[in-house]
């Protein structure tokens, strides 16, 4: 059985309730609208991170979805890394355009 390391967990809560949708911030800082929890540490190789976004009341949540910083660092421009689900149960990671991921990641929002 792998150990699994668990570091702080940060928090980025927006400043204004957001609507369906897509909705996007840096990872390094926050971003305007955004608060960080507390001071957010450079991202470090050999570190697993994971995202995961929920509403405050509980009522939705997103798929998570989890990188190192390889990973980010393959991302180009206008590129979003995403933990797709098969229709036999698969899991895949998999990143496209941000316009592809609206279309596919986004469907019944």
Sequence with gaps: MAATRRGPCRTWTADRSLTPGLTTWPLDS????????????????KTTYALYGWTKDNSWSAR??????????RL???KVRYDSVSDNGDDSTIAFSIAEFKTRGCQNM
């Design 76 to 78: 180009t421009p206008g």
């Design 30 to 45: 926050p971003a305007a609208g955004w608060a960080a929890t507390r001071s957010l540490a450079p991202l470090t190789t």
């Design 64 to 73: 998570s979805v989890s990188f190192t910083l390889a990973d980010r660092d």
